[in-house]
């Protein structure tokens, strides 16, 4: 486990040689959950996917039995030139006014951090400084790109039990698109939806931003880094950036809606195991979120017909994160309770 917070890394290429080293999964803490839980009083398999999640946090935390005493919720903010272009229902000062929001206790993710239990922090990302327009030009410089990856790469996670990154920044559902188009190819059609709810008119103006996007970068969307820099935003590469961080510092991480699940994706198209420690928790109402899951192979725990972002979905989540880890840990083995076994071998 590396030390927390991580000291910002200097370069790309000090990001790409982590991720070629990162830590696997605790396979004793695996065995011990596996081993326990056919001892329940219960049918084997009959708490269904809640055995898969107890496994599961134990597997990432690196600990038998796992814990979720602090779980921390991290929005990043950030502001997009390409918003400017009419991608989005809403204007550019709504980034702006939603932090205020956010910090005044109003907005639907200070709500749900207090119903699941998970501490809130709120992170702009230079507000007043979009990144440029990405069908005409990159969005970030590198040193731009790196400042807003080590703003989730070194957050501090000491004794964190699980990590949510979400995201406020109006037009992010286009940049979320054009990355996820450049890691995992297709059409602008497959990955564009109508985000904050834009007419016919602005969807139209979306594809077309994200059709101009591949044709402009071309092959420079192959490297998944790169493809952040010139597509993604600040939000997104400071989600991405807390993403890793935890696995390094063995935190599991309860992945959101599209723009969050795009960022994360950057990992594992790096690496086929470089999502490894993240959780799909629900399926957003954007189209794009679940052919994405599906790329990366991931079941999203809860379908709820949401379509915010803020991290709400992975909020909603902990609900049932927490009833696994109430049954794993606290109920009777047949044995404590003496209730005969199955008859089945
Ligand atoms: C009031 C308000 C609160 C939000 N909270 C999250 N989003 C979400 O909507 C934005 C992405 O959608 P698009 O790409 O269509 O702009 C992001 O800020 C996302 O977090 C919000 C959007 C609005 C308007
Ligand atoms: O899936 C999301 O996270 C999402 C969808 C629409 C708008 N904002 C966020």
Same mark, same amino acid.
């Given at each position: 486990?590396?030390?927390?917070?991580?000291?910002?890394?200097?370069?790309?290429d000090?990001?790409?040689?982590?991720?070629?080293?990162?830590?696997?999964p605790?396979?004793a803490?695996?065995?011990?959950?596996?081993?326990?839980?056919?001892?329940?009083?219960?049918?084997?398999?009959?708490?269904?996917?809640?055995?898969?999640?107890a496994?599961?946090?134990?597997?990432?935390?690196g600990?038998?039995?796992?814990?979720?005493?602090?779980v921390?919720?991290?929005?990043?903010?950030?502001?997009?030139?390409?918003?400017?272009k009419?991608?989005?229902?809403?204007?550019?000062?709504?980034?702006?006014?939603?932090?205020?929001?956010?910090?005044?206790?109003?907005?639907?993710?200070?709500?749900?951090?207090?119903?699941?239990?998970a501490?809130l922090?709120?992170?702009?990302?230079?507000?007043?400084?979009?990144?440029?327009?990405?069908?005409?030009?990159?969005?970030?410089?590198?040193?731009?790109?790196?400042?807003a990856l080590?703003?989730?790469?070194?957050?501090?996670?000491?004794?964190?039990?699980?990590?949510i990154?979400?995201?406020?920044g109006?037009?992010?559902?286009t940049?979320?698109?054009?990355?996820?188009?450049?890691?995992?190819?297709?059409?602008?059609?497959?990955?564009?939806g109508?985000?904050?709810?834009?007419?016919?008119?602005?969807?139209?103006?979306?594809?077309?931003a994200?059709?101009?996007?591949?044709?402009?970068h071309g092959? =420079? *969307?192959?490297?998944?880094?790169? #493809? &952040?820099?010139?597509?993604? %935003?600040?939000?997104?590469? $400071?989600? !991405? +950036?807390?993403?890793?961080?935890?696995?390094?510092?063995?935190?599991?991480?309860?992945?959101?809606?599209?723009?969050?699940?795009?960022?994360?994706?950057?990992?594992?198209?790096?690496?086929?195991?470089?999502?490894?420690?993240?959780?799909?928790a629900?399926?957003?109402?954007?189209?794009?979120?679940?052919?994405?899951?599906?790329?990366?192979?991931?079941?999203?725990?809860?379908?709820?017909g949401?379509?915010?972002g803020?991290?709400?979905?992975?909020?909603? =989540? *902990?609900?049932?994160?927490?009833? #696994? &880890?109430?049954?794993?840990? %606290?109920?009777?083995?047949? $044995?404590? !309770? +003496?209730?005969?076994?199955?008859?089945?071998?």
């Amino acid at each position: 486990m590396s030390a927390t917070p991580l000291a910002p890394l200097a370069s790309l290429d000090a990001i790409r040689a982590l991720v070629r080293t990162l830590p696997g999964p605790d396979t004793a803490a695996r065995a011990a959950a596996e081993a326990r839980e056919p001892t329940l009083t219960k049918p084997a398999g009959s708490l269904g996917r809640l055995e898969e999640i107890a496994a599961w946090l134990a597997t990432w935390q690196g600990r038998h039995p796992p814990r979720l005493e602090r779980v921390r919720c991290v929005i990043f903010a950030g502001n997009h030139g390409i918003a400017a272009k009419g991608v989005s229902a809403f204007p550019p000062e709504v980034t702006v006014q939603m932090v205020q929001n956010f910090r005044n206790d109003g907005a639907a993710v200070n709500q749900l951090c207090k119903a699941g239990g998970a501490e809130l922090d709120v992170i702009e990302l230079e507000l007043d400084r979009p990144t440029q327009p990405f069908d005409t030009d990159a969005a970030m410089t590198e040193a731009e790109v790196l400042d807003a990856l080590n703003a989730g790469l070194t957050l501090d996670l000491t004794d964190v039990d699980a990590l949510i990154v979400g995201e406020m920044g109006i037009g992010n559902t286009t940049a979320a698109a054009a990355l996820a188009l450049a890691l995992f190819g297709g059409t602008a059609e497959d990955w564009v939806g109508r985000g904050t709810g834009i007419d016919d008119a602005g969807f139209a103006r979306k594809r077309a931003a994200v059709d101009a996007a591949k044709a402009f970068h071309g092959a =420079a *969307l192959a490297d998944p880094l790169e #493809a &952040l820099r010139r597509v993604g %935003g600040r939000e997104l590469a $400071a989600m !991405a +950036g807390g993403v890793l961080a935890a696995r390094l510092a063995r935190v599991p991480v309860l992945l959101d809606g599209f723009i969050c699940s795009a960022s994360a994706a950057v990992w594992q198209a790096m690496t086929p195991d470089g999502l490894d420690h993240a959780m799909a928790a629900h399926a957003s109402v954007e189209p794009g979120h679940r052919r994405l899951l599906e790329t990366l192979g991931k079941r999203p725990l809860l379908d709820l017909g949401m379509r915010l972002g803020e991290g709400s979905g992975a909020l909603v =989540a *902990l609900g049932p994160l927490r009833s #696994a &880890l109430a049954c794993h840990t %606290g109920m009777a083995t047949f $044995a404590e !309770a +003496g209730v005969s076994a199955s008859e089945a071998s």
